[in-house]
């Protein structure tokens, strides 16, 4: 695990809450981070405070990495990240950690891969599925992305896009409060409920999970009434809390 100096590229509101935060990587990392698709790195702060978030960017990308952080004002340990990335030029960072990533050479060609993400648990699902298409993998791959209301799908257009250009990738975008998204047509309740109600066959799924404890262990209880076993599914949730 190497700790580097990043230049901050911007930081662009996405919505009301959520910044997509860009940093560059030194010049003598002309090839670009190693990490692998799925993995996060830590920001650290000059007072020696640390935080973890998921690595947006595929690998593909070279220099340029991508965060999704949201802003938590009442939080003053977040507070203090966004306010130095939004005023300062530059951040350490330590990259890659995580285990919550895609073999390509054990994916068979018709494996199904289905990522359940809530809130700006997609940033990990974007590393990943742009790291699929580079690859051209033609993998069945479906995208739910849950949140409370639409606005809070920050990137909405981004998985749509994928839709349109890659006929093997599928978006449902899921809304648990639609009385709160005016005009909202599409698929309601929560995650859980709603893979489980699309998908008939889980023995040669792999599902990533990337969002809270609760949405992750409610999805995995969910998929285990339908035959699932947990070593089909990755999450970090596992490694930082482990059900006892």
Not at 44 to 56: E, H, R, T, V
Not at 93 to 103: Q, Y
Not at 183 to 208: C, Q
Not at 211 to 223: E, F, H, N, Q, T
């Amino acid at each position: 695990m190497a700790r580097k100096v990043t230049t901050i590229l911007s930081a662009d509101l996405l919505n009301r809450d959520v910044y997509r935060i860009r940093l560059l990587l030194p010049e003598s990392e002309q090839a670009g981070a190693e990490f692998k698709a799925g993995q996060y790195l830590d920001i650290c702060l000059p007072d020696g405070k640390k935080a973890s978030f998921s690595i947006a960017s595929a690998p593909e990308a070279g220099r340029e990495l991508e965060l999704h952080i949201r802003h938590m004002p009442d939080s003053e340990f977040n507070d203090s990240i966004v306010q130095h990335l939004l005023h300062q030029p530059s951040v350490e960072v330590e990259l890659a950690m995580g285990d919550c990533t895609i073999n390509l050479d054990e994916l068979n060609d018709d494996q199904p891969i289905i990522f359940a993400a809530a809130s700006t648990g997609f940033s990990q699902v974007k590393s990943i599925v742009e790291h699929l298409i580079a690859s051209a993998r033609k993998n069945p791959i479906h995208v739910y992305w849950g949140a409370r209301v639409e606005e809070d799908m920050y990137l909405e257009a981004l998985p749509k896009s994928w839709a349109e250009h890659h006929a093997n990738i599928h978006f449902i975008p899921v809304v648990s409060e639609p009385d709160k998204s005016p005009g909202w047509s599409g698929r309601t309740g929560l995650l859980p409920a709603a893979i489980v109600e699309d998908v008939d066959d889980l023995t040669k799924a792999e599902v990533f999970a990337c969002g809270s404890p609760a949405m992750v262990y409610a999805l995995l209880d969910a998929l285990e009434e339908q035959g699932f076993t947990q070593s089909q599914m990755k999450s970090d949730v596992f490694a930082y809390a482990p059900r006892p």
